[in-house]
């Protein structure tokens, strides 16, 4: 089943002669459950991409379609709450909020939508992530490999339609590395979370059910690697 359709999605930065074009009338779909690999030299606007499709950063023209919605013709408030509970992001730097422990950043999309967390599923995402004893923790308190298991837990916790990572290893030692995409695998499979990660690494794109290539803005290559 189609998850995510883009249709003939551009951005351009800049007017006149100073225009880039970082997407230049990209098109492809993506089915529920399916994990892409997205690779392509720096600059070639795999960031931007992922940004676009996660509500992130609006595109010159073009359609991004999850589960049948344009997310580009809901309002600004609207897009905000279907970005909180639809699209979890997870990014190379972590972005946690540093004053706040680890179960408050894994938490903090509910909190924003005004939810309280099923005690069940938190309980389950932190024991899989192996973060049962660092709740209480801060930010600065924990080592990388740790800060990218909480932020794949605040990606999950609002259970979403689709999750996006942005270079998720690339602040990461090997050991870490491994244990990451170990983890975003698994929860591709197990709970069906269709998975769309931006990647230098060849060894985690070769993971991937796909892989998308893309250069100058343009897919150059969409190759499927296992059904």
């Known amino acids: 089943m189609e998850l995510l359709k883009v249709e003939n999605l551009s951005k351009i930065y800049g007017k006149g002669e100073t225009a880039v074009k970082a997407l230049d009338n990209i098109s492809f779909s993506v089915n529920q459950g399916e994990f892409v690999a997205i690779i392509g030299p720096s600059g070639s606007g795999k960031s931007t991409l992922l940004h676009t499709l996660g509500g992130v950063d609006t595109p010159t023209s073009g359609k991004v379609l999850i589960e049948n919605t344009d997310i580009y013709a809901l309002d600004e408030t609207k897009l905000a709450i ?17 004053v706040l422990s680890v179960e408050e950043n894994i938490t903090l999309p509910l909190l924003l939508d005004g939810r309280k967390a099923e005690k069940g599923q938190l309980e389950q995402i932190i024991n899989t992530l192996g973060l049962a004893d660092r709740l209480n923790h801060l930010p600065n308190q924990l080592s990388g490999g740790q800060q990218q298991r909480v932020s794949i837990g605040r990606a999950l916790i609002s259970n979403p339609a689709l999750m996006l990572a942005d270079e998720p290893t690339g602040n990461l ?55």
């Open 82 to 98: 279907f970005r909180r509970r639809q699209i979890g992001l997870i990014y190379q730097f972590y972005n946690l909020i540093p």
């Open 173 to 227: 030692d090997s050991k870490s590395s491994y244990e990451i995409v170990e983890l975003l695998k698994m929860f591709n499979k197990s709970l069906r979370q269709t998975l769309i990660v931006i990647t230098h690494d060849e060894r985690i794109a070769l993971q991937a059910d796909r892989i998308m290539t893309i250069d100058d803005g343009r897919i150059t290559k969409d190759e499927v690697l296992r059904r």
